[in-house]
């Protein structure tokens, strides 16, 4: 076998272990050097790509290997940056591995059950094992746990609240799967308020309520997500009444999310409070800044991704809206990674939040690690500075009053004395020959400004963490 498809029947049976969004990360513009004495040369693209392969894939790539090829004793890597997608050493592996579609929403699907229920479909990306467990959410998750092991027996109805995107729907479908899973022939449901009204409405429609109750009594157990939309469908929640209690008299377990507590539903029928008030009712909050960034790195470990801590932190930091927002930049991060191959930085992970989180409230001062600061002069800084507002240095350094060079010399000159502890007079030398109370004012000016303007702030926040000074 020749190098090129020796290395391509590697990456064939790797494909089959690490997922394929894994491949096309790390394996992409990656290419068998040599083989020679025992030992094979891989040639890596970018010095970031080493001790990721060492770490991760060193072990499974020589094990492959050695199937193909018996003699191979020795994996080797260098890292070869001439090494990209023109390269007669390097396989297309986008053509050999098209990644599929597989960032769709799956929960939109429908699947026909036995009995001619319906039911949304799993998805296979919520398990109870890759919910981050946190004081938070601690009891929903024990609850969730215990239901899924013996449904039908202590909490029934499980009933979960809480606010948009804290792990509702990714438990309830964890149990679903879950149950499933024990007991493949139980009839598991998944729907929402909305399927399960117009379900009904259909029924009513055709004047088959009969068929429409029966389907629905043949279940084992029933998810309903997000049950507030019930309020004000007085014959919805009459019908769901019946359902309930038929399927509870008969031991079967029913699981319900909503987005406040029973009491605060307005329901047509108080008994229908009463009959959610008599199971466990557990909530689901907002996790804290270190729970937040347990879950990007469990997230992480998940999708075998490598991002630093000080970009973590950042995300964990800055959004805490809401845990699907949290997920939702560190995918887009992932995202842009996995596109463009250059290592996330605070600059660029600050760019994506300003793009995606139009509503974010405040960018504040991340917490102080342990690493030291860096020693950064004022012109490594003024790089910094200029980089991110992405305009020339000279003109910076010069006389222009121009508006778009005017507030990235005010940064320079605010983080030259609250960071690097410069004298004004110094600054006021470097920055164009301004005089010292020239830059007093302008210091005290942002000072002021970074009170309000959180634009700003998330700037200054970024260009601190950039530069290793905050
Ligand atoms: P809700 O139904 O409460 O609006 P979801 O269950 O859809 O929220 O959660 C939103 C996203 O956040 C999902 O991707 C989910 O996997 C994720 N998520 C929420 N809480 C956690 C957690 N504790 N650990 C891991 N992922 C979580
Ligand atoms: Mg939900």
Redesign the pocket.
Known sequence: MNLKDLWLAIITDLEKDINRANVITWFRNTALLKVENGEMTVGLPLPMFLSWHAQNYADVTLKIAQKHQADIKKIAYEVDITLNDKDPRVIDLLKHFPMKESRKLPNKAEVKLAGGVISKMFNP??SLD?????P??RLA?AAAQTVSKHPGENYNPLF?Y????????????SVGREILRNDPSKVVVYTTTESFTNELIEGIQARNMNRFRNKYRKIDTLII??IQFIANKDRTQEEFFHTFNTLYDAGKQILI?S?RPPQELTLLNDRLTSRFESGMIVD?KM?DYE?RL??LK??CQITQVFISDQVLEFIAFNIDS???A???VLNQVIAQYELEHVAPTVKSVSEIIKRTQKDIKMIGFIKDDKTPHQAVTIEQLTDFVTDYYTIPKSEVLGESRAREYLLPRQVIMYLAKSKLRISLAKIGQYLGNRNHTTVMNAISRMQTQLQSNRQLLCDVNAITREAGIH
Do not use: C, M, W
């Open positions: 990306r919520y890759n919910f981050t467990i946190a938070e959410n998750h979960i809480g606010g948009v995107g804290l792990g509702k729907t990714h438990l309830l479908q997500d997000d999310s987005d689901v996790p729970t347990a879950i469990n997230k809401s845990v699907r949290l997920i939702g």
